[in-house]
């Protein structure tokens, strides 16, 4: 029987605080060993895999809800479910990188205007802000 491993010894091998393992058991994302009469709670090793799974999903901007999801399809045989969260996440990504783009080619063009205009009184940037 494998001996398990202490809370600290999964947050290290994961490469997480305590705390986030702590977390993620009150949002049931990991499941909280029983705790011994005379012991430490002790995890078996598929807890670290569980925790990184947590993390590179976070990574990929999935949500502790939308983690859940996944983790309730990690058996393997819901592909087509799990594509489809892709899908919907890279949905959101696209328009989040769409409103990026927008605001960096503004602030381009403010800067560049600032640059124009040199030690003017009125700062293009300030005026654009303050709708002048």
């Given at each position: ?26 949002r ?28 590179r ?28 969260l ?8 696209e328009?989040?990188?769409?409103d ?9 063009a ?23």
């Amino acid at each position: 029987m494998e001996k398990g491993l202490t809370i600290g010894q999964v947050a290290d091998a994961a490469g997480v605080n305590v705390e986030t393992i702590r977390f993620y058991q009150r949002r049931r994302l990991l499941e909280k060993p029983a705790k011994p009469s005379a012991g430490i709670r002790r995890y078996m090793g598929k807890a670290v895999a569980r925790v990184r799974f947590i993390k590179r999903a976070q990574q990929l901007g999935f949500t502790l809800d939308e983690v859940a999801n996944l983790l309730a399809l990690e058996d393997g045989r819901n592909c087509k479910q799990a594509r489809e969260l892709a899908e919907k996440k890279l949905t959101l990504v696209e328009v989040r990188l769409s409103d990026l783009n927008r605001m960096r080619g503004a602030l381009k063009a403010l800067i560049a205007e600032c640059e124009a205009r040199g030690g003017r009184l009125t700062c293009p940037m300030i005026a654009t802000l303050t709708g002048h």
